[in-house]
């Protein structure tokens, strides 16, 4: 009967895998992603070119007014004149100063109230583009902070995978120098060393390169974000009906309001094409004076000739014709009423559609995570059922091997799971037009203190 030896235990995984987790530890400088979307905010030039342009717009839409408001001018002149007569024979000049305050007031002018109306929805349609930049960098911002801190973690694991398969590369060493085992074993853990130490170059690359774009982002040298708190309890969908979700898309996704206020600058655009066959009316005032120093050309001597004129009145224009251009731009602008209403239409329908996606994305990663979990726990016992199977001899190297492999990938793919979670829950507001900064509250709890 084969006396079977026991082989050297292996380094327990756990203790692996936290002596290598523990390098990336937060420091004590660490910001949370409120921090650092708050630097993001102040630094990004994508957002602050969307600010800049929703000011100018305002101001744009401020000129509105001008057409309903009256307006008022001075001007002022002086001349010298040259007068020459034959009979009787007059040779003199004299100079003249003038001055005039003139002012007017629309009265009625359907054109300009609905240019003024306009200006209205302009600053709706601004809002609402500040508001979709504001959205697109909450969510870059989070997917740069949970891209870094996914890149920390696979080179944490792979890291710890290293230094386990380091542990099973000397066992197997140890093994095959005692003869209990064949060089085919040394081989194999040696090959999954070399295997593993390339993952780790391209992990360390990877790293680097999220950190220069979340860096890059939020205007910091060495950003360090906080990771998740472990165990970690991902907040559950509320509320959980995508109908729910989609109705509120309907009415507050910067997109939709947007169309909407393109449909209704549409509607008072064939208000101002009407307004071409209707007549205006403004009132109007003028004050003028004019001064002769010197007289004027039928008087001389030092008499100061002056003149004061005031005049009010009311000044009517009635357009006649217009060579056809006035009915035709009706037709055009009644065009782009039912253009801008498909758009509106199409509008509800592409966020309708990309709020179920989001949503449904969101409950498969939450599934995700479950099944993940318990396959982190399934594999951890596959792990340590190999590892007990190769020290009594009843398990192969290479099954260890798969074994800790197999484990994790799995860690991998749990803690990429959780964060797709979190920014599946930020890209769903996103989708229905609800996202706020507020939003960021709830992620900045689950985050390390």
Do not use: C
Request: no cysteine.
């Amino acid at each position: 009967m084969k006396t079977l030896l026991k082989k050297p235990a292996l380094l327990p995984l756990s203790l692996a895998l936290s002596a290598v987790l523990a390098s990336f530890a937060p420091a004590v400088q660490a910001q949370n992603l409120v921090e650092l979307y708050r630097s993001a905010r102040e630094y990004d030039a994508s957002y602050q070119s969307a600010r800049s342009l929703y000011e100018a717009n305002l101001a744009k839409a401020e000129q509105a007014k001008a057409g309903i408001l009256p307006t008022a001018g001075l001007s002022l002149g002086a001349s010298r004149t040259n007068f020459e007569n034959n009979n009787p024979v007059v040779d003199r000049s004299f100079p003249t100063q003038t001055a005039s305050l003139n002012a007017s007031q629309p009265l009625y002018r359907p054109g300009n109230w609905a240019t003024y109306e306009q200006g209205k929805q302009q600053v709706v349609l601004s809002r609402a583009q500040l508001e979709v930049a504001e959205q697109d960098l909450i969510v870059r911002t989070s997917q740069a902070y949970f891209d870094v801190l996914a890149a920390q973690d696979t080179l944490a694991f792979v890291r710890a995978q290293k230094a386990a398969v380091g542990e099973q590369l000397a066992s197997a060493k140890r093994n095959f120098e005692v003869g209990t085992s064949t060089i085919t074993d040394s081989r194999e853990a040696q090959a999954r060393f070399d295997l593993v130490t390339a993952q780790e170059i391209a992990a360390e690359n990877d790293l680097r390169v999220k950190k220069i774009a979340l860096d890059q982002l939020v205007g910091r040298t060495d950003a360090q974000p906080k990771g998740l708190l472990v165990p970690v309890e991902l907040p559950p969908l509320v509320p959980a009906d995508v109908n729910t979700w989609v109705r509120q898309s309907e009415d507050m996704h910067p997109t939709v309001r947007q169309a909407q206020a393109n449909l209704e600058v549409a509607k008072l655009e064939i208000d101002k094409a009407e307004a071409g066959h209707k007549p205006t009316l403004d009132l109007t005032a003028s004050y003028g004076v004019q001064r002769n120093p010197q007289g004027s050309a039928t008087t001389a001597g030092p008499l100061d000739y002056r003149t004061n004129s005031t005049t009010v009145g009311l000044a009517l224009n009635l357009p006649l014709f217009a060579g056809f251009a006035t009915q035709n731009r009706i037709r055009e602008t009644l065009s782009l009423e039912e253009k801008a209403r498909s758009d509106l239409e199409g509008a509800k329908r592409g966020v309708a559609l990309g709020t179920r996606t989001a949503y449904f994305g969101v409950l498969s990663g939450q599934g995700q995570v479950k099944a993940l979990e318990a396959a982190e726990a399934s594999s951890q016992s596959a792990l340590d059922a190999n590892k007990l199977g190769y020290q009594v001899g009843v398990r192969i190297n290479i099954d260890v091997l798969n074994a800790q492999s197999q484990l994790f990938q799995t860690k991998r793919d749990l803690a990429q799971a959780r964060y797709n979670v979190l920014i599946g829950g930020l890209k769903l507001r996103q989708a229905n037009g609800t996202l706020t900064p507020e939003d960021l509250l709830l992620i900045n709890s689950l985050l390390v203190r």
